[in-house]
């Protein structure tokens, strides 16, 4: 039996024009597969208007309730669309993650799958053709509704793919693919027809809204292909899959940045063993993301140590460390949020050097400073002043020949 999962985000199912567009690739689809999952978002704008009713309700919306309360959004969203399909013949039923079910564990609003029921999945496609499945939503093992974090409906898919037995999974988007950077501010962005996942992984921790991150992880782990496609075209889209040697024979495959950028520095601390810890315990056990990190240690045994957080996470920062800093001795407290990260990403880095020069010299050139440096085998990122992120992307794009009207080939010398 041929399964395969499809997802629709919200943009997708947001009107009864668009979801009789969606039914037709999910018709479309049964011509060459068994039978269909899919897994939909909540309709386009639902999800915020209903954490605005919370707001307006509770001053400290409970995370429980809220969950409850936005899961409704899928709810919606699934029994339309299985309607649809219904009124044209097919056998189709909807499902909530509660009814497979898909077991999560208790952090509401950002729960993680612990286990889907694979066996419950295959005996309800031996009833039905297709299974609309309510995504971003699970069940924790007393119950209680939980939702897997924005974006998580794509988890939920590739999820039901690897359960499934890593059968291939289709994210609809509004986009038809994978771009090497950000089609918005660069008009030579070129559509990539197949990424690896540690590429993808990278440029979805850098804020391209592409994938949830959580979904390559996924695909990564089970080895689930998943392929980027547009509702509104025809396009095959991109294909995301384990690497090969043509993949690594490319230096830099896409470039990503991320606006969402704070900066902090605690100033002349004691270069003593335990500093680092006192900073960064505290930030661990509040839940603070931190990000990239330099540690400045001078001659007359100080040291500045400067960290990144997302800009949400500034006020709750600097709160910890306005308590931190008397106790370990720190002299001030600092914070930038006109900051930006931009980084060349590919799995060719691996295996040839300079793309660290050649990133360094084609920003000096346009007079761009850079503020701080992180690398992984895959990637180089730069925080510079966020006024000229979208000049940098430009420029990395076209040093590492990138650019539509050049082929994904190496990068040139």
């Known amino acids: 039996m041929k399964i395969l999962v ?24 049964l011509n060459h597969a068994d039978k269909i999952v899919v897994v939909l978002s909540a309709r386009d704008g639902e999800t915020n208007a209903l954490l605005r009713l919370a707001e307006q309700w509770s001053a400290s919306p409970d995370k429980a309730e809220c969950d409850l309360l936005v899961s409704t959004g899928e709810q919606v969203s699934i029994g339309l669309f299985a309607m649809l399909l219904k009124d044209c013949g097919l056998r189709a039923r909807s499902l909530l993650a509660g ?8 952090d509401f609003g950002c729960a993680r799958i612990l286990d889907i029921n694979s066996a419950a999945l295959l005996s309800f496609l031996n009833q039905y053709d297709v299974l609309v ?14 939702t897997l974090g924005r974006g998580g409906s794509d988890t ?12 291939e999974c289709e994210i609809y988007t509004d986009v038809d693919g994978v771009y090497t950077t950000d089609p918005n501010i660069c008009s030579t962005a070129r ?50 899959t ?65 960290f990144t957080i997302p800009r949400k996470e500034l006020k709750p920062t600097l709160a910890i460390m306005q308590e931190v800093a008397p106790k370990i001795g720190a002299t001030e407290v600092l914070h930038d949020v006109n900051v930006a990260k931009v980084s ?28 701080m440096i992180s690398t992984s085998e895959i990637k180089i990122t730069l925080l ?29 010398a």
């Open 156 to 167: 939920s898919a590739v999820a039901l793919a690897a359960a499934l037995g890593s059968v």
């Open 384 to 412: 510079i002043r966020e006024k000229y992120v979208e000049l940098a992307v430009r420029i990395l794009h076209d040093t590492f020949g990138l650019d539509a009207d050049r082929p994904n080939r190496p990068c040139p």
């Open 344 to 371: 060349a990403i590919g799995v060719g880095m691996r295996n040839h050097s300079g793309v660290a020069v050649r990133t360094f010299a084609a920003l000096t050139k346009e007079g761009i400073n850079i503020l």
């Open 6 to 29: 499809q997802k629709f985000g919200g943009t997708s199912v947001a009107t009864l024009e668009r979801m009789q567009k969606v039914r037709e690739k999910v018709c479309g689809a």
């Open 242 to 306: 384990q690497e090969d040697s043509t993949m690594e024979a490319v230096f830099v495959s896409g470039i990503a940045y991320d606006k969402d950028q704070a900066r902090v520095t605690l100033h002349h601390l004691p270069d003593v063993p335990g500093v680092a810890a006192a900073v960064f315990g505290p930030l661990s056990a509040k839940g603070v993301l931190v990000d990239m990190i330099v540690q400045n240690t001078s001659l007359d045994g100080h040291t500045d140590i400067t």
């Open 99 to 106: 009814q497979i079910p898909i077991t999560t564990d208790d």
């Open 191 to 240: 559509k990539m027809d197949r990424i690896a996942y540690n590429e993808m992984l990278e440029m979805a921790s850098m804020g391209a809204k592409i994938l949830h991150i959580r979904s390559v992880e996924f695909a990564q782990k089970y080895k689930v292909p998943v392929r980027v496609r547009s509702t509104f075209t025809d396009d095959p889209g991109t294909l995301v």
């Open 133 to 146: 499945v309510a995504g971003f939503q699970g069940c924790a093992k007393d119950g209680r509704i939980t």
